[in-house]
């Protein structure tokens, strides 16, 4: 296949990222379809170790500053991830490097062929299977693989990691994964293998209770960042911020000290206090796994590495700083907790200034609460909306949204080339969210009206 008929394929298939799920049914989340799928193409997720990342936040920058450091220690690193900004092929990266759009087109004959009597595959578990199989052909040592939804049904989670990642979790998709913390929390706990290692970041109570009781049932040690490992804030700048670590241990005392060789100092290029805890689990998980790391030929093994790879580490539409001055930011927020994140890394990193937010986002997200969410740091809103989703919200219905929480500074501008077009014209501050998708979009818009840099074109 060529690349374009590749997608053309994948998109064909049932694509709950375009239409959402109405519920958990056997029908639209079932593992046996991707177990069926990969034994056809002889279980190539088998043939490299893996960590598996699950999270309502924070999956894809924890996968991408886990992939940086493992591909600092010497090794040869794949990276699963979704849903991408701008092009497919950012979803399947090997050390760094995307798929090439000739492989996308190998693997999805494959993939297609694989699928001949496997009815109802959708383009989630199709691109999934792809990534397995292109891994397993670059003869990677690790693969990092970012749930895509939930944890317990998702069509990754058929694998048997050596390490399980739950990130922060809070609300989003409650029409699927419930409309508790406990009930998300169950799901993202579908993850947590027999024996397998456990890391978690810091969570409200309800969701850190069912870890907890899923980790000892099945056996799983688990370390909990704020509790086995606990970090400080440093200085920090438009490019880069630093942070001290620290293990806890129940041997330390001034009589006899405990050192680990990871703990110490550490400088991340992604901004935000949220992104500190994201670099603080991966260097708990490195610690946990240090021992498989080395089996499979980790040269140079400590923190020099880890450093490395965690200050190396880059991913797009994550608090990006697009232009300096005045500043122009794009950012994935797409749920209340982010938005809230988002409102505070502004705060923190833009003391006093005001902005003009342009925002767009999805029929299933709390947008007013969004709006609420950073309206404070608001001069003036301009909604839009992403241009070939159906599930994008009208920017019209954002503005009645607004007006319906008293917000008058607002217009709606449905095309977002038009929308960002005016925006940047004045010196204010612009900052751009709503949906990863959106924000893609508009990175690409951005680069065509300023030639700047941008991921590849949107497929």
């Known amino acids: 296949m060529l690349y ?7 998109y064909s298939l049932a694509n709950y990222e375009r239409i959402p799920i109405g ?7 079932n593992l046996d379809r991707m177990r069926n799928v990969l034994a056809r193409l002889g279980n190539p997720q088998e043939r490299y170790r893996t960590v598996h990342v699950a999270g309502t936040k924070g999956k894809g920058s924890t996968c991408a500053l886990m992939a940086s450091c493992l591909k600092q220690l010497g090794l040869k690193v794949g990276l699963y991830t979704s849903p991408h900004l701008s092009s497919f092929r950012e979803r399947i990266q090997v050390n760094g490097e995307l798929i090439a759009p000739e492989a996308v087109g190998v693997l999805a004959q494959k993939i297609k062929e694989a699928a001949e009597e496997v009815p109802g595959l959708t383009t989630f578990e199709a691109a999934t299977a792809m990534g397995f199989l292109h ?15 939930g944890g317990r049904l998702d069509a990754t989670n058929v694998i048997t ?3 399980a990642i739950i990130t922060s979790i809070s609300y989003d998709h409650q029409h699927i994964l419930g409309n508790t913390l406990s009930e998300i929390a169950a799901e993202k706990a579908g993850i947590i293998k027999p024996g397998v ?32 490992w606990r970090w ?7 490019v880069k911020q630093s942070f001290e670590i620290k293990k806890v241990s129940l041997i330390r005392s001034k009589e006899k000290p405990f050192v680990n060789d990871l703990e110490g100092w550490y400088e991340i290029a992604l901004l935000g206090k949220h992104q500190i805890e994201n670099a603080a689990t991966v260097i708990a998980t490195v610690d946990v796994i240090r021992d498989a790391l080395l089996a499979t030929g980790a040269h140079d093994f400590g923190a020099r590495a880890v450093r490395d790879g965690l200050r190396l580490a880059t991913w797009p539409g994550r ?3 697009l232009r300096a001055d005045p500043p122009l930011i794009a950012d994935g927020a797409h749920n209340l907790d982010s938005a809230n994140k988002l409102a505070a890394t502004l705060a923190e990193v833009f003391p006093g200034r005001r902005w003009t937010f342009i925002f767009g986002t999805l029929r299933d997200k709390d947008a007013e609460g969004m709006i609420k969410a950073l309206n404070p740091r608001a001069t003036r809103w301009i909604f839009s909306q992403q241009s070939d989703s159906p599930r994008a919200v009208p920017a019209e219905q954002l503005l009645a949204i607004a007006a319906q929480a008293d917000i008058s500074r607002a217009v709606a ?5 038009g929308a960002l077009d005016v925006a940047i014209k004045g010196d204010e501050p612009v900052c751009i969210f709503g949906s990863v998708a959106f924000v893609g979009e508009a990175r690409v818009k951005w680069a065509r009206l300023t030639g700047a840099e941008a991921l590849p074109a949107c497929d």
């Open 319 to 321: 608090f990006e700083i």
């Open 232 to 238: 400080t804030p440093g200085p920090f700048s438009l």
């Open 23 to 29: 519920a958990y049914t056997p029908e639209t989340l």
């Open 413 to 417: 501008f449905p095309d977002l080339a």
């Open 4 to 10: 374009t008929e590749a997608l053309d394929y994948l």
């Open 161 to 163: 990691p050596q390490a």
């Open 197 to 228: 290692p456990v890391i978690s970041q810091a969570q409200p109570a309800a969701a850190m209770a069912v870890i907890e009781r899923v980790a000892q049932e099945r056996g799983a040690p688990l370390t909990v960042i704020g509790r086995h």
């Open 135 to 149: 891994f397993s052909r670059q003869d990677v040592d690790w693969a990092v693989i970012e749930v895509g939804l």
